[in-house]
């Protein structure tokens, strides 16, 4: 009997240690694959995965995506230094280029790449260029709020007639590139008050999501999140949206901060030119329509690529006029610690 | 072979203590002592106390119920209120977060953990019940006891250390859990730690909250070594223990029936209806799926393999040479396993960065980040496994001739085989279904069962998240039962 | 005069199972009872059921005139006015001496030292054994604390469940004279459990002898000792020395003489039943017994003698300076009376069923196999087996065994 069972035991584990190995070769993990492109990719793992299969049926050329966050992953690549196996970092947002490019880990983008895009949306130093772009919103439930009574400015989601009533994701890269814009544009002080009333003023949610699914509820009246938040779900189910309704800011108000997704080279890329390719080929007509085409909903930015037809079209926006490389994101993460937010 | 691996796991508190020696006081002061901090460890420790008052409550209750009274069909009880086991808690968060996404703070958090984590109380507590001799109860009613004293002054002073055992695991876990609170958005000093992590990669804050963290870890293990005490527990005398007999529920009977199934509806029903009816949007089983189970049956049965592996000198020295020495290593692999999974991954990042570069990002620190974790459960196994394996047995193999090979295949192998099989079973459950460090810490490109879930209900995609969850549950099963069954069989001794 | 125990048909069973027969019996006020039977024969079934912690499936049981049991009523063991104390492990572990003996005590006098320092002269044990825990103390010093415990509380009835058999042979004796001289002393009734012989008689002033969930005899003592009801009660209570022999008019003809009976009997074949303390054997060239074997125990010798004519087996022992050898030829005397069973009396029922009134008559019988065992082939492992049945009970304190089992033809 007892031999019985650890014949078993051993049998599956076999069995087991067998199918995983398996499996492990089938997998495509920087360990295994030498030769492929190593991407850090802190944009939305659904995007670049569709970038990345283009990309490898175009050119058959392997990529690796490492997912995490904006700052974690900019931090972690400032962390390995020149021993990092990164090729290609890409983000949601600038603050995260800045912090890279600000230790002088990016190499020159292709003149070719660059030119593919608008120079405002791209650092102008040529370390990093843009591929796509976000809305800062107010999404507001509109049984909750009535038209009148809609905010004109970011900046007055401070005022305590505010109190309780909005809310938003400050662990998040998103909402703090939202503040360094405001930073950039109104300065440290005027930011700095700004933070220390949302903290009395505002809800905490572990996401855009979730805010939006709070405002949805009627949780809260208004969230601060990005645009395409609310496109995917009116494409998917409707149910977190149905309630809920978008608020562009106008007049170039920090609320209308329009955040430039940005890819760069690392300077010590193993595959320094497979890396200019792929981001020649995100930023070039296939990649930039493939963003078009996805239900990711966010704004194309190069080769006069228009956006997704549902999208309210960037030009109808008046966003405020930003220098990507400007943002200082580890500054505006010392204010949100200060006030508490983080 | 046994010093390094133990020695290993001082590696966290090392780092912990020197970042924070980095820092200079000054900055240590700053990144520690703000409103923040204090909040988080008002959070964390309400929390745990809510859900150690739930747990012991529950735990305690139930074990009585099953083990104690007529309850109709108890050897059923007894292997499903263990159930919960089976459901890792981040799954069990995403059930109700899922459904209600109102509940939230500390009401939902300890509702979700208390279902998550009373089996860890449970089980001690019944086994220890189980092995109760009734004599002591049976004097307390003859002096003078009435059923509710007797039980206060009698039979929980016997099960003190199974109740501080069984706390200190929750109080662990507690501190440890990141994805289950995350989910319900009740931040404490993991949860932060991870939002920190991904914003400053380990920057200073991160250092501190974790350092507070260990604290707070050391602290527990502390207490419960205190309140165990030096009084003695165990029966003096060495006869068999008379089955108790069964207190009648008569009246109560059927109420405490529907309570029980409340119970188990609760912290497995639900669950089980939230992954159905999210399954059911989706119903694919993709490549994506697959991979992710390969990854993870990968890393688990590396994980379990080394791990074990480890062990066994350790386990060899405390049972065969027990000196001051052996058992200072023990509690070293003890002190490690009792940190958060994302303190010792922190560390690991961080070492791995910094020095030995070329192991950064591959799976083989991830391995020895399960080794630091889960140590102790292999180790506990072995053990008992070894102790059978008594020294006699061996000697008379010997004075019958067999080889010093020869022995140890036919005679010490088998009988330690069901204690090595169970450790490793343990181990691998632990991997499965861990998050937090895997998601520090796995390989570019790789994505386990728990991280893909986590991902996929992190965007509220909980369609997605769904299968991933029904395949954690399907592998945890087993294994929850195999917990049972080593309980019951330790205790038959 | 009110008993301090009283019981009427009170019957138990585990499942289908008859545990215990419709017991009846009376405990009076300041005596000691023992209740002596083999392992299995219920009798802590039913001292449990006296003490609560087990309820009985018919009859009734009253403590100190309180109808306990019975009447549609039930009380709960801790309302009941009685003292437990079981054969080991009842002092709790977790707390100290003190507080164990307080346990006993009611809340206002929990903290009255100078009671609880009574309660430990009474068991006599030292004021410093207050502050140990009970892993500290022997066992018997566990036991008398535990009694101690018990009297705190002033009970109306003291149960003891066979409460020296975990004790090491030298502690018992020791144990067992303390603490029965302290409940002399308090005056309390008592109820002893026990499958020691030499325990019951010494320890207790009445005796009930209880086989397989009845009652066989109950009685003083002595009364027991000297005129048990039958053969099997006799062996329970003192090893026994039978010898098949022929009642006549108030003695009876056996191969060891002419022994005059204690009790009178009809005439008839019989199993005639001695002490070992009556006989006496000396060497005698021309004695009708030879000595087959000297078990040597240095304070005294054990003989197998053999009567060679008949075959008669009978052990004897000596005092160890009484010069025996293998071979040599031995007289024996007897002293005293002797009792007479009549042989096949008894009707072959099986024992369980078999219902049995308070006091059987002296000569209701030999037990059935016993019976059987005379009358058979000598079979060496049969006499071993049946020797091994009785061996426990007919041992004494000292842990000899005085067995005078004779073989059949």
């Known amino acids: ?342 | 072979m046994a010093v390094p691996v133990s020695l290993l796991g001082l590696i966290p508190i090392g780092y912990i203590v020197a970042e924070s020696y980095a820092l200079g006081w000054a900055g240590g002061q700053e990144a520690l002592f703000r409103p923040r901090v204090a909040d988080l460890l008002g959070n964390t420790l309400a929390l745990v106390g809510t859900c150690l008052l739930g747990c012991v409550l529950l735990g305690v209750a139930a074990a009585w119920l099953v083990e104690r009274t007529d309850l109709p069909g108890r050897r059923v009880w007894a292997a499903i209120l263990v159930a919960p086991l089976a459901v890792p808690a981040f799954v069990n968060s995403y059930a109700w977060a899922s459904l209600w996404p109102q509940f939230e703070g500390l009401p939902a958090a300890t509702t979700i953990t208390v279902l998550s984590y009373y089996p860890f109380v449970y089980l001690p507590v019944a086994a220890a019940l189980r092995g109760l001799d009734p004599v002591l109860e049976e004097t307390g009613a003859a002096l003078g006891l009435g059923p509710v004293r007797r039980f206060v002054r009698v039979v929980l002073p016997q099960l003190r250390v199974a109740i501080l055992g069984g706390g200190l695991l929750v109080g662990l876990h507690i501190l440890a859990e990141f994805g289950a609170l995350q989910m319900i958005g009740y931040e404490t000093f993991t949860t932060v730690i991870l939002v920190q992590f991904q914003s400053t990669f380990n920057g200073a804050a991160a250092v501190m909250l974790a350092g507070v963290l260990v604290a707070c870890s050391l602290l527990f293990v502390t207490l419960e070594l205190l309140a165990r005490g030096g009084a003695r527990y165990a029966r003096v005398g060495a006869g068999a223990a008379r089955p108790a007999v069964p207190v009648r529920l008569d009246l109560a009977r059927w109420p405490v029936v529907a309570v029980l199934s409340g119970l188990l509806i609760a912290a497995v029903g639900v669950p089980a209806y939230a992954v159905a009816r999210w399954w059911s949007y989706d119903a694919g089983i993709d490549s994506e799926l697959i991979a992710a189970l390969f990854s993870t049956l990968r890393f688990g049965l590396i994980g379990a393999a080394v791990t074990t592996l480890a062990a066994l000198p350790l386990a060899w020295l405390a049972v065969r040479r027990r000196n001051l020495t052996s058992a200072a290593l023990e509690q070293c692999a003890y002190l490690t396993s009792s940190l958060p999974g994302v303190v010792v991954a922190l560390a690991l990042v961080t070492l791995t960065v910094r020095w030995t570069d070329s192991l950064y990002q591959t799976t083989a620190v991830v391995a020895a980040c399960y080794l630091m974790l889960f140590l102790p459960r292999s180790l506990v196994n072995l053990r008992a496994g070894l102790a059978q394996a008594s020294p006699d047995l061996d000697d008379a193999a010997r004075a019958l001739g067999s080889s010093e090979l020869k022995r140890l295949v036919r005679v010490t192998l088998p009988l330690i085989a069901p204690g090595v099989a169970g450790g490793a079973a343990f181990v691998f459950l632990a991997v499965c279904t861990e998050l937090t460090a895997t998601l520090l810490l796995a390989p570019t490109g790789t994505t386990t069962l728990a991280t893909q879930f986590w991902a996929h209900s992190d965007s509220l995609d909980y369609a997605a998240a769904a299968p991933y969850a029904a395949v954690m549950i399907a592998i945890s099963a087993p294994l929850a039962y195999l917990m049972l069954e080593q309980s019951r069989r330790l205790r038959r001794r | 005069m009110t008993f301090a125990l009283s019981i009427h048909g009170l019957r138990h069973a585990y499942g289908a199972v008859e545990i215990l027969h419709s017991l009846d019996l009376d405990v009076p006020a300041d005596s000691t009872l023992a209740v002596l039977g083999p392992s299995g024969c219920g009798k802590s079934t039913l001292l449990r059921l006296v003490a609560g912690f087990e309820r009985p499936a018919a009859g009734q049981v009253d403590i100190a005139g309180v109808t306990v049991v019975g009447q549609g009523s039930w009380v709960p063991p801790q309302h009941r006015r009685i003292g437990y104390v079981a054969q080991e492990g009842s002092l709790f572990p977790h707390l100290s001496v003190r507080r164990n003996l307080e346990f006993g005590l009611n809340r206002r006098r929990r903290g009255d030292r100078v009671r609880v320092s009574e309660l430990l002269d009474l068991v006599a044990l030292d004021a410093s054994f207050l502050d140990r825990y009970p892993h500290e103390l022997s066992g018997g010093q566990q036991q008398r604390v535990a009694l101690a415990r018990t009297l705190a509380r002033r009970p109306a009835l003291v149960l003891l469940d066979e409460p020296f058999a975990a004790l090491d042979a030298d502690l018992r004796a020791a144990t067992r004279a303390a603490m029965a001289a302290v409940l002399r002393s308090a005056g309390v009734a008592t109820v002893l459990v026990t499958h020691d012989q030499g325990e019951a008689l010494s320890f207790a002033d009445q005796l009930a002898v209880m086989v397989a969930g009845c009652f066989t005899q109950v009685g003083s003592t002595r009364d027991v000792y000297e005129r048990p009801a039958d053969l099997e009660t006799a062996r329970l209570v003192g090893s026994a020395l039978v010898v098949p022999g022929t009642v006549l008019d108030g003695y009876a003809e056996t191969p060891l003489g002419r022994i005059p009976l204690r009790v009178p009997s009809p005439r008839g074949a019989a199993e005639v039943m001695l002490r070992p303390e009556q006989l006496s054997v000396r060497p005698a060239e021309d004695g009708p017994a030879i000595v087959e074997r000297v078990h040597y125990f240095g304070h005294d010798r054990l003989l197998d003698l053999v009567w060679p004519g008949s075959g008669l087996r009978v052990h004897a022992r000596v005092p160890g300076h009484l010069d025996c050898e293998t071979g040599e030829r031995v007289e024996i005397a007897v002293s005293g009376a002797a009792l007479a069973f009549l042989t096949g009396a008894g009707t072959d029922t099986p024992r369980d069923s078999r219902p049995r009134p308070d006091l059987p008559a002296p000569n209701a019988g030999a037990s059935a196999q016993l019976g059987k065992l005379l009358n058979d082939e000598v079979d060496p492992r049969q006499d071993q087996q049946a020797a091994a049945e009785v061996q426990p009970v007919g041992r004494n304190s000292d842990g000899n065994s005085l067995v005078g089992l004779d073989s059949g033809y």
């Not at chain 1, 290609?88 to 800045?98: G, H, Q």
């Not at chain 1, 593919?116 to 650092?123: E, G, L, M």
């Not at chain 1, 309630?243 to 562009?248: D, E, G, I």
């Open chain 1, 1 to 342: 009997m007892h031999v019985g069972r650890l014949l078993a035991v051993a049998g599956t584990g076999v069995a087991m240690f067998a199918l995983a190995a398996c499996g492990g070769a089938a997998g495509g993990t920087a360990e295994d694959n030498p030769n492929a492109l190593v991407v850090y990719n802190a944009q939305h793992e659904s995007m670049t995965t569709i970038w990345a299969d283009a990309f490898i049926k175009e050119t058959g050329i392997e990529v690796v995506l490492r997912h995490g966050k904006d700052f974690e992953l900019a931090n972690q690549i400032k962390a390995e230094g020149d021993r990092s196996p990164a090729d290609v970092f890409l983000t949601e947002n600038s603050p995260a280029m800045a912090v890279v490019e600000n230790a002088g880990m990016f190499a020159d983008i292709d003149s070719a790449t660059l030119a593919q895009v608008p120079k405002k949306y791209s650092t102008s130093t040529g370390k990093w260029v843009g591929i796509a772009a976000r809305s800062t919103v107010f999404v507001y439930n509109t049984d909750r709020l009535r038209t009148e009574e809609l905010p004109e400015s970011i900046m007055d989601l401070a005022k305590p007639e505010w109190q309780g009533r909005w809310g938003a994701a400050p662990g998040g890269a998103d909402f703090q590139a939202i503040v360094s814009a405001m930073l950039e544009l109104e300065g440290e002080e005027k930011t700095e008050a700004w933070l220390q009333a949302m903290k009395v003023n505002y809800k905490n949610y572990s996401g855009n999501n979730t805010v939006l699914q709070g405002v949805n509820s009627g949780e809260i009246d208004g969230g601060v999140i990005y645009h395409y938040y609310w496109y995917r779900d009116q494409a998917k189910t409707k149910e977190n949206s149905n309630n809920a309704k978008l608020l562009f800011f106008t007049g170039k108000d920090p609320g209308g901060f329009l955040s430039v997704s940005g890819g760069g080279v690392l300077e010590t890329a193993k595959h320094a030119d497979e890396a200019q390719q792929f981001l020649k080929f995100i930023t070039g007509p296939t990649g930039q329509q493939a963003l078009a085409d996805s239900a990711e909903f966010e704004y194309t930015v190069g080769s006069k690529v228009p956006a997704n037809p549902a999208l309210q079209p960037l030009s109808e926006l008046d966003p405020p006029k930003v220098d990507p490389s400007k943002l200082n994101g580890p500054k505006v993460i010392e204010l949100m610690s200060n006030a508490g937010l983080i």
